[in-house]
């Protein structure tokens, strides 16, 4: 069943990219291209001890298109890769050889954004984005030092919600370098509103629900197409 998902999985991204190089071939005179990336906050909402820890590390990086609707307003999708997660601060005696005072837990995620971008200024111009993300979870890793040195892990992947969505808000400027090539800093947060508890009883054991939440520092370039005639 999950080679099955998987494959599904391949053949939506597939499509997805078919469909979007059609569009940007025909609106190629308003379209930009972008790779982006960088370190994040994450952690995780309604785990119980898990959603007070202090802090978690988290990154996303991930190619990306901006189609310009008019002066202001343009639709940006593409595909990353986010790690999620959190510290995992319960002692948990089903670990023999880990250090359980400090598991984490990495939630890996290929995620789609569809947002909506406002852009003000010139030359060096502040968006806003606001829109949603649909996300396929790609591992789920329970982390540790081991007792005995090293590290161990335990791999929940078949145990969690095959899909994540939630909504996409953020704050960026680009500077321009060239005629064509523009400079991208933005503080992105992607707010998980479907719950990725473990199907069973495993972790947060009484929790109704557990949902993500990363925000992360993306700097990148952006490659404009309506610049190369």
Not at 176 to 203: F, M
């Amino acid at each position: 069943m999950k080679t099955f998902n998987q494959f599904r999985y391949l053949t939506l991204t597939t499509f997805f990219v078919c469909v979007l190089g059609t569009i940007v071939y025909a609106q190629k005179s308003r379209a930009s291209f972008e790779v982006a990336g960088g370190p994040g906050y994450s952690f995780l909402r309604g785990g119980g001890t898990a959603s007070s820890v202090p802090d978690g590390k988290g990154f996303q990086i991930g190619l990306f298109t901006d189609i310009r609707i008019n002066q202001v307003f343009s639709v940006q999708t593409g595909l990353s890769f986010d790690r999620k997660g959190s510290l995992y601060p319960t002692k948990w005696y089903g670990f023999l050889y880990l250090d359980e005072e400090h598991l984490k837990l990495n939630y890996d995620y290929l995620s789609m954004p569809l947002v909506i971008r406002a852009s003000f200024f010139k030359p060096v111009k502040l968006y806003l984005n606001t829109g949603i993300f649909l996300a396929r979870i790609h591992s789920v890793m329970l982390i540790g030092e081991g007792t005995h040195g090293g590290l161990g892990s335990f791999n929940f992947t078949s145990f969690v919600p095959d899909y994540e969505f939630g909504l996409v808000n953020g704050i960026g400027i680009k500077v321009p370098l060239h005629k064509q090539l523009e400079l991208t800093a933005e503080i992105r947060n992607n707010r998980g509103l479907s719950s990725v508890k473990l199907k069973d009883e495993y972790l947060f054991s009484g929790s109704p629900n557990v949902r993500t939440n990363l925000t992360t520092l993306m700097l990148g370039v952006s490659f404009r197409l309506d610049a190369c005639k």
